[in-house]
């Protein structure tokens, strides 16, 4: 007996489908005439007895074997269940152009299409589509067929696969230009094009803690910058509104220079220079105090006392005036002070005219 070409187990419902074993049957049988019952098996054989009761297995043709054995094992699917699961069928995420077009090939087998079968195929593809920028594309042709539908596709997927390649093989990190945080870094206001000793805030005031040198992004007492913007606002906005309501005339303390300059005796029986109020031109600069997040507008000006200028606050509302103990001392301390009835939170020295 001739050796036989190729090999062929008994079938097994557990690893293979029944129209597969067929099919390979089919093959064998053409390339060694080998009789169908010979090789399918004990298990198969006896089934099929089976099925054919109380009629032989042996009696029977070669197709209705096969036939009676589809019929068990391949039951005909439902038409619409097929469709069904065909129409739901999306390109999945990592899934490629090609496996897409094999699983919609599979799904398509059972749902009977008949000649409508390519339009199926090309209409669920481009539906089911993950990349947007293919799909586009496929929708703006006209006359497409299912296989250059597919010809499209495959060919923009492999310029977008090149395109990311190319990319995550030439990416650069951006360098940017940071200067130093060191000593380059003016401490007065933050810049680098200069050094602190001709910084030009070097003279000017801190308006978070009124201490001159620096300003306000600089100043070591920080605060939120929530805080600061609300602040500058807070300060812009109130500037304005001063200016508009402080044209013309001012008041400020100087000493009375006319005959009307009289003199007082105070409780030590010291004499006592008055000084009054008179109406001259002043340049009021309005300035921002902070306490904690609290910020409020002062307007401050600078007085003639005694001949000397003294940065004071304005306070419209004030009965009086006054300077702390620092100040008196280093400016006022050659004009006595006398008891005072004015009572409040701070305790006083004693007061003057």
Known sequence: MAALLGHIDAFDESTEQWSTYVERFEHFIEANDVVFLSVIGAITYRLLRSLLAPEKPGTKMYQDLVDILN???????????????????????????????????????????????????????????????IQRKLLTEEALTFQRTVDIALSMEAVARESEHLKSSLMVHAVSFSPSQGSDKCFRCGRINHNERDCYYKDQQCHNCRTKGHIARMCKNKR?????????????????????????????????????????????????????VSTVTSDIEPVMTVNGDNAALAMMTKPKIEGQRIEMELDTGAAVSLMSR???????????????????????????E
């Open 326 to 352: 620092e100040l008196y001392e280093a400016k006022s301390a050659h004009m006595p002070l006398r008891k005072t009835g004015v009572r409040g939170k701070v305790e006083s020295m004693g007061e003057n």
């Open 71 to 133: 019929a068990h094992f391949s039951p005909k699917p439902i038409i619409i269940t097929e469709r069904f699961r065909f129409h739901k069928r999306n390109q999945e995420e990592g899934e490629s152009v090609v496996q897409y077009v094999a699983v919609l090939k599979r799904l398509s087998e059972h749902c009977d299409f008949g000649t409508h079968l390519q339009d199926a195929m090309r209409d669920r593809f481009v539906c089911g589509l993950r990349n947007e920028s």
């Open 224 to 276: 939120s910058d929530r805080n600061y913007l609300k602040q500058k606002q807070v300060v812009k906005s109130s500037k304005k509104k001063f200016q508009d309501t402080t044209k013309g005339n001012i008041h400020k303390v100087e000493a009375d220079t006319s005959d009307s300059e009289k003199e007082f005796t105070s409780d030590s029986d010291s004499k006592v220079t008055l000084h009054m």
